[in-house]
């Protein structure tokens, strides 16, 4: 009896793997989330490579926020208790609020009027080209080398080159034949409003240093082809308001040496100041 008091005492206790080791599921979920990320880096690349730059513009402003935020304090101690030299709606209320807008005279009134239609036009001119009212007068390859943008200058037309897909026959001032078309449908186009065109050219900086470099001349070459081509589709040479040339000046870029700095401009320059 003694003996067996003095016996040892032996606890067991069973060993228990959080998660069923090697059996868990929890890594399955952390490889869910990769395949869902992987997914959408790829459909994310694929969408970059399938639209044009112009399509890629309009879905960032769509997610552009477009709600005003006031960070001018009114100076209240409580909620809303203080007010800003903005808040003309709590001085209409107290009887003390408005402003004072001057009676515009008929010929600001007109120029006004002027200067909003001039606007419309541009705006159809540039729906016409890249077929944001219906359907587009060029094709979607053609749309690709395609970027338009509504300026205190005027509607510029921008024409530009992308990787292995020139807009000019090396370094020359011969169109290719997707340029020669662009021109053309411009040149069509432009007709609807009889505003001052101004054409403007721009190059890649060359990676050989060279004694004489040629961007100048290529580049005013190539602003005075474009009339030309733009001119046998019909334009009125009368209507040429500048040619200029860059050279490789004014790239597009950060990069100086990419193919996106290749590119034409042609400006529907405005009447109305």
Known sequence: MSAQANAPIIIKRKKVIAGGGH???????????????????FMLMWLLNATTEQQ??????YFTPTIAVNRV?????????????????????????GIDVPEMSEAEAAAAQARAAEVDLLRDI????????????LSENALRHVVTRLTDEGLVIEIFALPGIPIFDGMTDQPL???????????????????????????????IVLAEN?????????????????????????????????????PFTEQ???????????ILLREVP
């Open 73 to 97: 304090s009114g100076g209240g101690e409580d909620m809303f208790g203080g007010e800003d030299f903005q808040s003309t709606n709590s001085g209409l209320r107290r009887g003390n609020g």
């Open 56 to 61: 890629r513009k309009g879905i960032a402003d």
């Open 177 to 207: 034949p997707l340029t020669v078309e662009l021109l053309n449908m411009i040149a069509r186009v432009s007709a609807i409003i009889p505003n001052p065109v101004a054409f403007a050219s721009h190059i890649p900086s060359q990676p």
């Open 256 to 266: 100086p040496l990419d193919v996106r700095n290749d590119r034409l401009e042609i």
């Open 214 to 250: 040629p961007v100048w001349d290529v580049t005013t070459a190539r602003a005075m082809e474009a009339r030309r081509v733009m001119q046998e589709a019909g334009f009125d040479p009368d209507r040429t308001a500048r040619l200029t040339g860059h050279g490789d000046q004014s």
């Open 126 to 137: 540039e729906e016409i080209l890249l077929g944001s009212g219906g359907e587009a007068v």
């Open 23 to 41: 059996h868990g599921g929890a890594w399955k979920v952390a490889y869910a989330d990769f395949v869902t990320a992987m997914m959408a880096f």
